[in-house]
């Protein structure tokens, strides 16, 4: 999808995006530059309770606990 800038340095967001992250008027989105590239990313107005079940499917618990035992016998090891 491509959008063009106008005069004063505008631009639109298309609909299909609007759309499919139900943006609407009034929300914040963030541009940022890593000297390469430009990313247009949507700041939610509360983003602790956007990110409410994100992680599910991935099994952090397991692999948070299983990186632990791993650190644990490493220093037990450096000891």
């Not at 491509?2 to 609407?24: F, H, N």
């Not at 107005?45 to 599910?56: D, I, M, Q, R």
């Not at 948070?64 to 090891?77: D, G, N």
Request: charged residues 40%.
């Amino acid at each position: 999808m491509e959008t063009t800038l106008t005069k004063r340095g505008q631009t639109a967001v298309p609909a299909e995006i609007r759309k499919r992250y139900k943006l609407k008027e009034g929300d914040t989105l963030a541009w940022i530059d890593d000297g390469n590239t430009i990313r247009v990313v949507f700041l939610p107005a509360e983003p602790v309770k956007a990110l409410k079940g994100s992680g599910k499917g991935y099994k952090l618990r397991e692999r948070l606990l299983a990186e632990r035992r791993a650190e644990y016998k490493y220093e037990k090891v450096r000891s």
